[in-house]
């Protein structure tokens, strides 16, 4: 039978400079041994936001906060300079309730930059305020205003994939603990936040014939189609000490991929799959970004805005841009790619002439294109269609490369600078520079792209190259055989550390453990590299 959990309220809290360990003490689930389990009910009667808290979308002024409650609620938030919480600054956020799951964010504005900021969320009932939970305490780092000041961020993704879910015998998520203890300035997950078509089973046994156990829950014990059982996936991960942890001191930009609905979706997809009663890919789509945007604090999804859409620009100060694609939402259909005309592409017209213009208005030291596909890499759909950009045909760009053919010329003939890519979504990590000597197109300057993951999911071997845009693999580190689980293969997560003195980037490319596996310095003011 499925786990049911009963979820979590943290007992102490214990704030460090820097740095937050929240959620201590929490009570274990009936038979498990392990720290990973959400704890008991705190104050009976009283609402209670037990699921943490999250921060995203930082700038140097501005920020979202997120919080969960077990009831309807009122959320509440104060901001301070000091985990004293001296003269607070108060927020009031928005009524929680059954229609956005007893979710919510709050939107913070007018923070002073490059500064420590401690909030407290408090939950209290709607009809009484005076009836309120015990506060909820994180952190964050706003987006320095001055361009001398260092930028670190960490990114990945894949999480709780191939039936890889929270093991209470190895700590749960432990990758999770050792990103929040290098404090960086924020994460950038990569998409694949769940995988709403992955059965989470209470044990797998392994090749070698030791036994991987994993919490599981109702909503993980089949395939997600209803709002619920979306909803649920989102959870999911949060019952992980380690993950709300990570959230209360780490604030994320967050992006999302096929697996958030299913395996390699795109839009108008009817599926040919008994395990759905909905056939209608566009009917789940929209179930999973409406849970989607309740659990992830993400600026344009937020009640109220305008947008409405996962893509858009997160700028971290003088130093940084980040431009979240998404490459799902807006794709043509999975198809062999050799059509010679593609308007849609792998992210429309629209999005195209939205990147663009956000690229040409930049004035960031570097402009992080943060990818939820790989470029060169080839990920087939089946045993004729592709799923990214590439399809195998080393000569002119066809199909979904027209469109970032004309992208990459765009960059260079506009001269735009510091530019390199980072993705996730084939559970491996490597590096790759593209460079036009090398392609068979060759109007745009080199550029680099980096890879990582998976943080909790299935290591897979390495995908072949296309030679379309002349990729050249500095670096790969895949397992040998497919689907090779955390205990066998460590997950990866990368890190990019920009120096304020002298503006170099530096990647690193890790593996749990505190393995660096490559470095890679960049420096700035270059079209390419």
């Known amino acids: 039978m499925p786990y049911r959990p009963r979820i979590p309220s943290p007992n102490r809290r214990t704030v460090l400079k820097g740095s937050l360990a929240a959620s201590a003490g929490l009570a274990l689930p009936a038979g498990l041994a392990t720290a990973t389990a959400a704890p008991a009910l705190a104050l009976s009667g009283r609402p209670s936001a037990d699921w943490g808290v999250q921060a995203g979308d930082i700038t140097a002024s501005s920020g979202l906060v997120w919080a969960r409650s077990d009831r309807p609620a009122r959320m509440v938030v104060e901001t301070s300079a000091t985990e004293s919480f001296r003269r607070p600054r108060r927020w009031q956020g928005p009524l929680l309730g059954p229609g956005t799951d007893f979710t919510g964010t709050t939107q913070l504005r007018g923070l002073p930059a490059g500064e420590q900021i401690h909030y407290r969320v408090t939950l209290a009932d709607p009809d009484d305020p005076r009836r309120t939970g015990k506060p909820v305490y994180g952190t964050f780092r706003t987006a320095p205003a001055s361009r001398h000041q260092d930028v670190r961020f960490l990114w990945s993704g ?46 797998v046994t392994l090749p070698d014939g030791r036994v991987w156990r994993n919490i599981t829950t109702e909503e993980k014990s089949k395939v997600a189609e209803t709002l619920a059982e979306y909803r649920g996936n989102f959870r999911y991960n949060l019952l992980d000490d380690n993950v709300r942890r990570f959230n209360a001191q780490v604030p994320s930009i967050v992006q999302w991929d096929d697996h958030e609905v299913r395996n390699n979706w795109y839009p108008g997809q009817i599926l040919d799959d008994a395990r759905y009663t909905e056939k209608n890919v566009d009917v789940l789509a929209a179930r999973s970004l409406r849970a989607f945007s309740e659990y992830f604090p993400v600026s344009t999804l937020r009640p109220g805005s305008r947008e409405g859409r996962v893509h858009r620009v997160v700028r971290h100060g003088p130093l940084l841009d980040v431009f979240v694609l998404d490459m799902r939402t807006y794709r043509d259909a999975n198809s062999p790619g050799r059509q010679a005309d593609d308007t849609v592409g792998i992210l429309g017209a629209e999005q195209l002439e939205w990147l663009k213009r956000e690229l040409a208005r930049s004035r960031a030291v570097w402009k992080v294109i943060a990818a939820d596909m790989p470029l060169g890499l080839v990920v087939a759909d089946g045993p004729a269609n592709f799923e990214a950009v590439a399809q195998g045909d080393p000569d002119a760009p066809l199909g979904r490369e027209l469109q970032i053919a004309e992208l990459l010329r765009f960059i260079k003939h506009r001269r735009i600078t510091g530019t390199l890519w980072l993705t996730a979504d084939v559970h491996y990590t490597a590096a790759q520079h593209y460079e036009p000597s090398r392609a068979a197109f060759k109007d745009f300057a080199p550029f680099w792209e980096f890879v990582s993951g998976p943080l909790a999911a299935g290591g897979f071997p390495a995908n072949a190259l296309d030679a379309t845009f002349g990729p050249d693999q500095v670096f790969v580190h895949a397992p040998v055989k497919a689907n090779a689980s955390p205990m066998e293969t460590p997950p990866n997560f990368g890190e990019i550390e920009i120096d304020g003195g002298s503006g170099e980037l530096t990647v690193r490319l890790r593996a749990q453990g505190g393995s660096v596996l490559f470095t890679k310095v960049l420096r700035p003011g270059l079209v390419g590299q």
Do not use: K
């Not at 432990?174 to 990103?179: K, R």
């Open 158 to 203: 894949d999480i709780a994939g191939q039936g890889w879910g929270i093991n209470p015998d190895i700590g749960g998520f432990g990758v999770y603990d050792e990103m929040r203890q290098l404090n960086p300035d924020f994460f950038l997950s990569s998409g694949d936040n769940i995988y709403a078509d992955g059965v989470i089973l209470p044990s």
